[in-house]
């Protein structure tokens, strides 16, 4: 009983650490189905985590961070597809640049305003998400098996968790059961034959953009409103990159996607649990090797496993309008 109550723990842990990588590992989706590739969701994550944290801080109202963070990520998506879209500049460029920008207006900014050593003040009450029970939780919590799984697992999470994983059926509703989302994937596969078809190829990578700021924006805002009570200076801590490896680990399928942020969460989650504990036949193991642990496994699982991906033909690719 033990052991399952630990595995419980640590499932929940997964599901707890999977939401950012699953809302930003969707962003990247939307815009790499277009066409668009974007090494700048870290960038991103981290904007709009210190944008929701200040705002929450300041305002005290979760909603409004909620809302900054958004707003804050689909601005620097914007700028992303003006250089990528408009100006057909390096898309990898692009993205590393945003992301070197924001690490450091965030520390700037936060000591600035907070003088808190780039953190934001810690939040509490209506400034931050509260976890939410679901019917009948505290009710079943003793019952052998079925309790913890209802009670710890399922129940107990943040309105953004619940969301978060929404969003993988509407991700694939849109992708593949809305015009919207086909004259998507055309954009990335064969831009010029859409645009003989009289659409828009520039309006719709844009549109895709704008998606993955509003998708970032969440993955943001949930790292400071909800996870942790506040802005910490470089908070997302390679997430952005581990949900690009997910995606291509996922092979651009949003089911996929949800199965390998979980996989990758699980990573990250075991490893907490091990720190400190020592292995059976190795014993202690350094602390920084277990933090080390997912990123070490996610290279594996992409060299070994993964086979070959193929990414949309047309990804990269700056469209010039045939004349």
């Not at 919207?180 to 659409?199: Q, S």
């Not at 020592?278 to 202690?284: A, D, F, K």
């Not at 992409?302 to 033909?313: D, E, M, R, S, Y």
Request: charged share 10%.
């Amino acid at each position: 009983m033990d052991f399952f109550l630990s595995l419980v723990a640590i499932l929940e842990s997964t599901i707890r650490l999977s939401v950012p990588l699953l809302f930003a590992a969707l962003a990247g989706l939307f815009t790499e189905r277009a066409g668009v590739f974007d090494i700048g969701l870290e960038g991103k994550m981290l904007g709009a985590a210190f944008a929701a944290g200040a705002v929450a801080a300041v305002t005290g109202s979760v909603w409004l961070g909620l809302a900054a963070g958004i707003l804050v990520s689909v601005a620097l998506s914007l700028v992303h597809g003006y250089a990528a879209i408009t100006q057909r500049g390096s898309q990898i460029v692009s993205g590393v640049a945003i992301n070197f920008i924001v690490a450091g207006a965030t520390v700037i900014l936060g000591e600035a305003w907070f003088r808190q050593g780039g953190r934001t003040p810690a939040l509490s009450g209506s400034a931050r998400f509260q976890t939410i029970d679901l019917p009948f939780a505290d009710a079943l919590r003793g019952v052998p098996i079925i309790g913890p799984i209802y009670s710890e697992l399922l129940s107990g999470h943040f309105l953004l968790t619940y969301l978060a994983f929404a969003m993988v059926p509407l991700t694939w509703w849109v992708l593949y059961r809305t015009r919207f989302g086909l004259r998507l994937r055309a954009v990335g596969e064969n831009p010029g034959a859409v645009d003989t078809a009289g659409i828009s190829v520039v309006w719709m990578r844009y549109r895709a953009v704008i998606c993955c700021g509003i998708l970032t924006g969440f993955a943001g805002a949930y790292l400071s409103l909800a996870m942790t009570a506040g802005f910490v200076k470089g908070m997302t801590a390679g997430k952005g990159y581990i949900a690009l490896a997910a995606l291509i680990f996922a092979k651009w399928r949003p089911v996929n996607v949800m199965f390998a942020c979980l996989l990758f969460g699980f990573l990250d989650a075991l490893s907490i649990r091990l720190q400190g504990n020592p292995l059976p036949l190795i014993g202690q193991v350094p602390v920084q090797f277990m933090q080390a642990l997912p990123y070490l496994l996610t290279v594996i699982l992409l060299a070994g496993f993964i086979g070959k991906a193929i990414p949309p033909k047309a990804g990269g690719v700056p469209y010039v309008k045939e004349r």
